[in-house]
């Protein structure tokens, strides 16, 4: 069924909620079209930040810019219920190729189901929060903006993710991995290259073993685990040996432990390196660490049967997935869902140049505002059964983590 024959067939509030995000669909399109047509990276998300707040207030939201001190963040309110949702909204670009993660649709699903559940935020007793997260390829904005408070007294946190087609819709099982983000920096002795190469230390060497090493520890790593990275700075001309060499690096892994292990392993690669060359090294974290990301089974479970609805693959999943999200450190302490979203005809891999095309065509658009019905349907069905609403409110579903956690 398409999403004129579920508005038409849909009764009660979901038959509202449709209706809502039909009435939204041009504004929202012409949204998510320029937030792909243009480009921004993290915590640099000036137009697009403005452009979905203003959006919001049309909405009728109370819209704050520049929460927990970023400026392309931002809090759009609602509604005075008990129950206190979050819609969150993600709309950064990766270097050099642009929406190669769909993150325009992102912002299209989560700012089309916060309008439509706007009107009805109060009857549903809700107080409706959709919040602007930059930098999420980059940066971790949601982490520095739940250390800063900004996801305090939310009950449930939702929001969606495009990727390759052929993805069941059924989110119960799914996860992401822990992901640390560092840079090695190997120092070392310049001298002339000719006149007298033995009397420098070879930074640029260092990098070159410590790939080496790296490489071979990955045939004896699990094989869920990963390590990238890429020699960032290594000289600059030949007849000087290079003094400075700086890598970057990543470690994920599916749980914390297993990620703090491998990064054990992969520092000692560093090490390893820096005394076969005899270079000081020094190794400094370069993001905040994204945690293992957790789905909500009852949101997940509402989430499902609105996509059945919708004649979407609901079948099991097939186990975990790679790539990473700050909206896992969301998902420690917040319950939460984060489903994924076929993208029809995908058949190339996110973060390439064929997806961030494939994340601006009709097909893809339609998904969108697929999932914009239900996460609101997801979000109404959450706050209508008494049960669902009862252990949101009273906090039953969350992870026995706290704060400190973050030290």
Known sequence: MNLDEITAAATGVHAELAAGVEQWR?????????????????????????AIAALLRGGGFDVVMGTAGLSTAFTATVGSGELTVAL???????????????HN???????????????????????????????????GGKVLMLE????DGVGLSLMVHPVQDGVTYNPAGTSAQAVGRYRATFT??????????????????????SQVAVGLLRQQIPGDHRIAMYVAEAGHVTNIIPERAVVEFECRAFTLPEYESLLVRVRRCFEG?????????????????????????????????????????????????????????????????HPWLSIPGADVPIHSHAFAALSDTPAAYEVMFEA??????????????????????AGAYRPAVTKDHFA
Not at 88 to 102: K, R, S, T, V
Not at 115 to 136: F, V
Request: net charge negative.
């Open 26 to 50: 041009e504004q929202v399109h012409t949204l998510a079209r320029d937030i792909h047509a243009n480009p921004e990276l993290s915590f640099e998300e000036v137009k697009a930040s403005s």
């Open 148 to 151: 800063a408070g900004a996801f």
């Open 188 to 209: 070392g002795k310049a001298a002339h290259a000719a006149a007298a190469p033995h009397l420098g230390v070879n930074a640029a060497d260092a990098a070159v073993l």
């Open 105 to 139: 649709l992102i912002a299209g699903a989560s700012a089309a189901a916060a309008l439509a559940l706007a009107p009805l935020a109060d009857s549903l007793g809700i107080t409706l929060k959709a919040i602007g997260t930059p930098a999420e390829e980059h940066g």
């Open 372 to 393: 914009a019905v239900a996460l609101a349907w997801t979000a109404a069905d959450a706050a209508t059964d008494p049960a669902q609403r009862t252990r949101f409110i």
């Open 273 to 337: 390196a820096a005394l076969a060359t005899g270079t000081e090294l020094s190794i400094e974290s370069t993001e905040p660490l994204y945690e293992p990301l957790l789905q909500n089974s009852d949101l997940a479970a509402n989430w499902t049967t609105a996509m059945d609805v919708f004649g979407k693959d609901i079948s099991p999943s097939a186990g975990l997935s790679g790539g990473s999200t700050d909206m896992g450190n969301i998902s420690q302490v917040i319950p939460s869902l």
């Open 88 to 102: 969150c909204i993600e709309y950064d670009a990766l270097p050099q190729i642009g929406h190669a993660c769909g």
